[in-house]
């Protein structure tokens, strides 16, 4: 069985209109989506943004069960500008897959691999985010996957961390990330989303233009994913 995790909804639902036979299950717990592709049996775990409530939802999750491999997937940030809204990361530094054995799989999408970076908050500063790709070599940003790649190792469940770039120095967040989302509650706020934005009318079409892209971003992520665990 293939184990595919997303931080939220959000980030899954186009993968999972693709997800033929899908099923709700609950163990220990937590609620799962089971599935299949080309034959396949996949399960699916959002683990909520941020470590806490990533460490406590897959460990459950991983418990009495056994993965052939599981894929870190969602949505990333940019550090620099030499990542685009829509591209592809594989993240060299946490997959622990045997890539030059799945290059079948792999040849036929537009994916960058270089090295990731999991931090406890999001920056909407383009000074911050130039700043720590010159730091750390990373060349996109998350919030979960070192912590997923920790649970992974110590399971030695095999671990492919598949990232889409939402945001970038130039294309940022159309409001502060804590008003886009709470990290504390685990959603978004609409009062004071809606708060921020009737304060700052002149921030609406940044967010129209900002769903857009999380939308084809969304869609970019789910053809990939398909692609691979067909090609796996």
């Avoid at 685990?186 to 079409?205: D, E, G, K, M, Y």
């Amino acid at each position: 069985m293939i184990a595919i995790t997303f931080a939220l909804p959000a980030e899954s639902s186009a993968f999972l209109s693709q997800l033929p036979n899908k099923s709700r299950a609950g163990r220990n717990g937590i609620q799962t989506i089971r599935g299949e592709i080309n034959h396949r049996p996949i399960e699916v775990l959002h683990t909520g943004v941020g470590e806490r409530v990533c460490r406590q939802r897959l460990e459950k999750f991983i418990e009495d069960q056994e993965f052939d491999l599981l894929i870190s997937s969602g949505f990333a940030g940019a550090l620099n500008d030499e990542l685009q809204v829509g591209d592809l990361l594989l993240a060299r530094n946490f997959s622990t897959i045997e890539l030059s054995a799945r290059q079948e799989a792999l040849s036929n999408l537009p994916i960058r691999v270089a090295d990731l970076l999991t931090a406890p908050a999001m920056s909407d500063s383009s000074d911050e985010r130039n700043k720590i790709a010159r730091t750390t070599g990373a060349v996109a940003v998350d919030m979960e996957t070192e912590f997923i790649a920790r649970v992974c190792a110590a399971r030695g469940i095999p671990l492919l961390s598949l990232r889409v770039i939402t945001d970038t120095p130039r294309e940022s967040f159309p409001a502060p990330p804590k008003v886009l989302f709470d990290i504390e509650q685990q959603r978004t706020r609409v009062t004071a989303l809606a708060r921020f934005f009737l304060s700052h009318p002149n921030r609406v079409p940044r967010l129209v233009q900002f769903a857009r892209r999380i939308a084809n971003a969304r869609k970019t992520l789910a053809n990939a994913l398909v692609e691979i665990v067909s090609e796996l």
